[in-house]
């Protein structure tokens, strides 16, 4: 059975400063998604990881996956207060199949 | 770009109502889901469907049945609604290969009482 482990699952920052939420998953997987969900709103996909050592950058954000380790990062570098919302992680294990979710990462940024 | 679209973004329903959660997707994806999303326990699966006429469960499918006549369309049924059913759900679709990235609708808020 898959499992999809995010950490931490709160988080609260300082405008300005940087840090990592971590995913962790239990079986090899190349496809992993992360997620920003706003309060009271549906998922809007932010990043899509198909193979060992993508990275993709959008903004403050920047996701990787190492599928050696089976870990995503997800790190947030200056944050702004834009960026409070909670993240998920997602990984599937066949193509084209199910995706598991993790626990979510509330992320609060505070001026 | 992607559209899922539900039928409702908040529903009040009486235990034992019968009741029918709709979602409509317009990108021609092979695959569509249905989650619930519950405060401490992330999103779980309760439905998913790879074509017409399909359904497979998903890790925690007692209480509901679903429905896909048409590719576009994927319904959720709960056959006598409970409490216990109160929650957000999400619907989801995403294109069959090896990118699986699942576009979610806006959620319907279900509350049973």
């Known amino acids: 059975e898959l499992k999809v482990e995010q950490n931490p699952l709160f988080l609260s920052m300082q405008e300005g400063k940087n840090y990592t939420i971590y995913c962790n998953y239990s079986?090899?997987?190349?496809?992993l998604y992360w997620y920003r969900q706003d309060p009271g709103k549906s998922l809007e996909s932010l990043f899509v990881?198909?193979?060992?050592?993508a990275v993709k950058q959008e903004g403050r954000l920047m996701a990787s996956l190492d599928t050696k380790a089976r870990l995503s990062t997800l790190h947030i570098t200056a944050a702004v207060h834009d960026l409070s919302a909670t993240y998920f992680c997602?990984?599937?294990?066949?193509?084209?199949?199910?995706?598991?979710f993790g626990e979510g990462t509330q992320l609060t940024v505070n001026p | 770009d992607v559209k899922v679209t539900q039928s409702s973004r908040y529903l009040v329903k009486r235990t034992g109502e019968k009741v029918f959660l709709e979602c409509v997707q317009d990108?021609?994806?092979?695959?569509m889901f249905w989650y619930r999303q519950d405060p401490g326990l992330g999103l779980r699966l309760i439905y998913f469907s790879y074509d017409v006429k399909m359904k497979e469960k998903g890790d925690i499918p007692e209480g509901y049945s679903v429905s896909r006549e048409k590719k576009e369309r994927f319904s959720l049924i709960l056959e006598s609604a409970s409490t216990s059913q109160t929650s957000m759900y999400l619907c989801?679709?995403?294109?069959?290969?090896?990118?699986?990235?699942?576009?979610f609708g806006q959620g319907t808020r279900l509350t049973v009482v």
């Open positions: 990108m021609d994806h092979e695959n």
């Open positions: 997602a990984v599937d294990l066949v193509s084209g199949s199910r995706l598991t």
């Open positions: 990881l198909l193979s060992n050592g």
């Open positions: 989801a679709s995403s294109r069959g290969g090896p990118n699986t990235e699942a576009f």
């Open positions: 079986t090899t997987s190349d496809r």
